[in-house]
């Protein structure tokens, strides 16, 4: 499949078949206003082929960084009719792209090998409770669930979910298999 941001019908229904899947493995909609899906689900399809795109790590977390930013914004709660946390978009976001890219190795086998060493762990408060063992003073304050995640936060613990990986698993795994591995959704 050649990388293009216009897929035909098939592909264009396969990804959209895979982000849903990826929306429902996160289990985040739940958390989510009613009709939040669907709004997700089409700015994640836009998102995910800017992902395929990516030539570079750099413009990978832009991109990244891009919807989560949009999903603070856009996204309210169900229960407390306030926005969505820059955590939880990211956790969204992370699975699903887990999902699409490492799981289904969209957009293509090579360059989901390329764009799987990119993706972040999806963080939960498992995680966040392991990691703050190992690394106490590496944040200030850490947070105890992702609805207290900002971006801030996000990108030190990505930090160093990075750092726990290249200490005890000397470099091996990624923060996808990282996150299969210590992580539970």
Same mark, same amino acid.
């Given at each position: ?9 098939? %592909? ?13 493995? $996160? ?5 989510f206003?009613?009709? &939040?899906? /669907?709004?997700?689900?089409? #700015?994640?399809? &836009? &998102? *995910? ?5 990516a030539? @570079?790590?750099?413009?990978?977390k832009?991109?990244? $960084? ?12 169900? /229960?407390?009719?306030?926005p ?7 956790? &969204? ?9 490492y ?12 764009? #799987?060493?990119?993706?972040n762990? *999806?963080?939960? !408060? !498992? ?10 003073? *590496?944040?200030? $304050?850490?947070p @105890? *669930?992702?609805? %207290?995640?900002?971006?801030? $936060?996000?990108?030190k613990? %990505? ?8 200490? !005890?698993? @000397? ?5 996808? %298999? ?8």
């Amino acid at each position: 499949m050649k990388i293009q941001l216009e897929l035909n019908e098939p %592909q264009e229904t396969r990804l959209h078949n895979i982000i849903d899947m990826g929306l429902g493995f $996160s289990a985040m909609i739940r958390l989510f206003d009613k009709g &939040t899906k /669907r709004k997700l689900r089409k #700015s994640m399809i &836009t &998102t *995910a082929k800017k992902v395929f795109m990516a030539k @570079s790590e750099k413009e990978f977390k832009t991109v990244h $960084s891009e919807f989560c930013q949009w999903g603070t914004k856009e996204i309210v709660l169900a /229960r407390k009719s306030h926005p969505a946390s820059y955590g939880q978009i990211a956790k &969204t976001l992370d699975v699903v792209l887990k999902v699409a890219v490492y799981y289904c190795h969209l957009p293509e086998c090579e360059k989901s090998e390329q764009l #799987s060493r990119w993706l972040n762990a *999806a963080v939960d !408060r !498992r995680m966040m409770a392991m990691l703050k063992k190992h690394y106490r003073k *590496a944040i200030e $304050s850490w947070p @105890s *669930a992702i609805e %207290q995640i900002d971006s801030g $936060s996000y990108i030190k613990i %990505q930090e160093i979910v990075r750092k726990f990986i290249n200490e !005890r698993h @000397s470099g091996s795994i990624t923060p996808v %298999q990282f996150d299969d591995i210590y992580g539970k959704h």
